[in-house]
């Protein structure tokens, strides 16, 4: 895994960005997005050999304005998204300090995310999340904020979600994971590998009511549906087949 990071997806990201300032932007994201497709699904397949296992029903078209919504239980569950959008990658909202990690923060520059800091600056985030809805392509969000520490879904921390809504109603995809929570962090990869039985599961796509007065309720509805779905999800026997 640190070969394929290091002698393939570093210097072809670096590659892209530098010939990314000579195309269009509709070039550049059609780049980016073949780029981050199948390097996501060959870093999953090499965690496979690994023994992690990664099993997933269901796609997400990302080429037109809307919102996906996924729990969020490790660091592979960008990876995982992914593989489940197309034909572009959805725009990811993450954390400023992403930006300086190696080929993660290339790639979101040429991706276009969001970039926010809610921690210093909750406002500033709230409003780079409803500017962001001006786009022509999905954007995905983790509506916890962070990643679960057992894998239960937490709280939704709803205000940049409803800006965005507020300020576009466009359709919401609902994504369901569970059994990556073994990977919650960089270097559980190197020990707890074999512990990770992935499994992820479109629930369906929602629109939002049209009166803003309503959209409290249609987050919490969200959230109750991602429930469910995770519900549904850990109630299946290991052995049996996702997608």
Not at 78 to 85: E, F, G, I, P, Y
Request: aromatic residues 6%; charged residues 20%.
């Amino acid at each position: 895994m640190l070969l394929w990071l290091g002698l393939v997806l570093l210097p072809t990201s670096l590659l892209l960005a530098a010939f990314s300032r000579l195309v269009s932007r509709a070039t550049r994201l059609c780049w980016i997005s073949w780029w981050a497709r199948h390097g996501s699904a060959i870093a999953l397949g090499i965690l496979a050999k690994g023994g992690a296992a990664s099993r997933r029903q269901g796609f997400v078209p990302s080429d037109a304005p809307g919102i996906v919504l996924m729990n969020h239980q490790s660091v592979l569950d960008v990876l995982v998204l992914c593989v489940m959008t197309g034909p572009l990658v959805p725009a990811f909202v993450a954390r400023e300090r992403y930006a300086r990690a190696p080929v993660i923060g290339t790639g979101l520059w040429l991706a276009d995310c969001p970039l926010i800091d809610p921690q210093k600056d909750r406002a500033g985030a709230v409003e780079c999340l409803r500017k962001a809805m001006a786009g022509d392509r999905a954007i995905a969000l983790y509506p916890e904020g962070h990643r679960s520490p057992d894998g239960t879904l937490q709280p939704f921390r709803p205000a940049g979600l409803l800006a965005m809504l507020a300020a576009r109603r466009v359709p919401v995809w609902l994504v369901a994971t569970d059994g990556f929570q073994a990977a919650r962090k960089l270097h559980d990869l190197a020990f707890n590998l074999h512990r990770v039985d992935g499994r992820t599961e479109l629930i369906g796509r929602f629109e939002p009511p049209a009166d803003e007065a309503h959209l409290p309720a249609f987050v919490e509805r969200l959230h109750a549906e991602m429930g469910a779905g995770l519900a549904r999800l850990r109630t299946r026997p290991a052995t049996s087949p996702v997608g």
